[in-house]
């Protein structure tokens, strides 16, 4: 490919945290060579320059009672984009997440072109279903991965796999000053605060809250000084304000809205009480000691508990390759086994630091931008062929 050749990059992205990633490589595409973009995205990627073929949010959608009535939109939906792009003909092809939707797309782009294929944001084959490796590998032709231990498990299906970094990385965490404005804002002063995050989705907040509420009436009884502060998630504001009023705590609620708020609350909590997921890469990116605590549906809990493939789920212990993080998973989330867990780490919250700083080091802190790594190595890829 020349220098001076415009490169076609077809973009899909089917919600917000993908418009994040897909705004972030399009920005490196930009910045490394002359590229012109078509295809489905959000603001992010909008702000790029993405003319979006339709509204990202009708893709947005999960679980299957918001799936099932879309249904045969999402099938008009998925021919409509690979249609699109077996018609302009991209060098490539950049799907993000939303496997369900862009995974499909590339199926039929697959059949009936060799158009080059690149996802973003590996399947968790490293945790359960490994098989989806192989079934990948059919319908793409490199994988970009956030996290560093992802690679092998796609390159032994044939499949090139780049590891780009983690966007945690790139997200700006709270300045002493602010952290300090935040306590005296909040009347907190030196007092042990706690940072609670019972999830982002509706049947997390459900069956977590009651859990997450006795265990903070536990722990207060042991530490009747601390403080409790809980940033609440867009969707489930409403939800989070219900049932925390039937707790024995008080938690300072913060604002969907209020981003400063919760950069603060982030930072300036000695101990976090948080639900499974990505959160606690962000807890790490602020180097706040922490304790998971999970439960999911009893039939998901039985499908996962027999296919599950690793010790922990915590992300910062897998990345660190440590066990520094106590979680409670599943029969064992006991609000009392909890709050002694909470009570350890308060207390010894530093034997955590090391583990959370090199989970920062292995994502990519202080080297170049995912973004940017995304995009070279789309570009190298590209070159390759």
């Given amino acids: 490919m020349s220098p001076a050749t415009r490169v076609k990059v077809f973009v899909i992205a089917g919600e917000p945290s993908g418009d ?37 949010s009708e893709l947005s959608l999960m679980g299957i009672a918001e799936i099932l009535p879309k249904y045969f939109h999402l099938k008009r939906r998925i ?7 077996l018609d302009w003909k991209p060098d490539v092809v950049l799907t993000i997440d939303s496997p369900d939707f862009c995974l499909r797309v590339a199926e039929i782009v697959k059949s009936k072109s060799d158009i080059r294929i690149c996802h973003y944001v590996a399947p968790t084959v490293w945790a359960w279903r490994p098989e989806r490796a192989a079934k990948l590998a059919k319908r793409v032709d490199q994988v970009l991965a956030l996290f560093p231990f992802e690679p092998p498990y796609f390159e ?25 404005a935040f306590r005296a804002a909040h009347d907190i002063g030196d007092a042990p605060l706690m ?9 997390e907040v459900t069956r977590l809250a009651p859990i997450f509420g006795e265990t903070l009436a536990h722990f207060a009884e042991h530490h009747p000084e601390a403080r409790y502060v809980l940033p609440m998630a867009q969707n489930v504001e409403p939800l989070v304000r219900e049932v925390t009023q039937g707790w024995k705590v008080t938690p300072i609620l913060i604002d969907a809205t209020d981003k400063a708020g919760k ?8 101990v976090a009480l948080a639900a499974s997921g990505t959160v606690s890469l962000e807890l790490a990116a602020n180097d706040t000691p922490m304790v998971v605590a999970y439960r999911m549906a009893w039939l998901t809990e039985q499908i996962v508990k027999r296919k599950l493939l690793i010790d922990t789920v915590t992300l910062v212990n897998l990345v660190s390759e440590t066990r520094v993080v106590p979680e409670f998973l599943g029969a064992d989330c006991i609000p009392q086994k909890i709050a002694a867990s909470l009570s350890h780490v308060l207390n010894a919250g530093a034997d955590q630091h090391a583990a959370l700083a090199l989970t920062m080091e292995r994502l990519g802190r202080d080297e170049e931008p995912p973004g940017l790594r995304a995009a070279r190595a789309v570009l190298d890829g590209m070159a390759e062929t």
């Fill in 79 to 85: 021919r409509e984009v690979a249609e699109a792009i």
């Fill in 195 to 203: 940072l609670v995050l019972p999830g982002s989705r509706r049947g």
């Fill in 156 to 180: 032994k299906e044939g499949v090139r796999c780049d590891f780009v970094g983690h966007p945690v990385v790139t997200e700006a965490v709270a300045t002493d000053t602010e952290v300090a």
């Fill in 20 to 56: 994040r990633l897909g705004g972030a490589a399009m920005a490196g595409l930009k910045a490394l060579t002359d590229v012109e973009f078509r295809g489905v995205g959000g603001a992010s990627m909008a702000e790029q320059g993405l003319v979006s073929q339709f509204p990202m």
């Fill in 263 to 270: 950069a603060a609350a982030f930072r300036a909590a000695d």
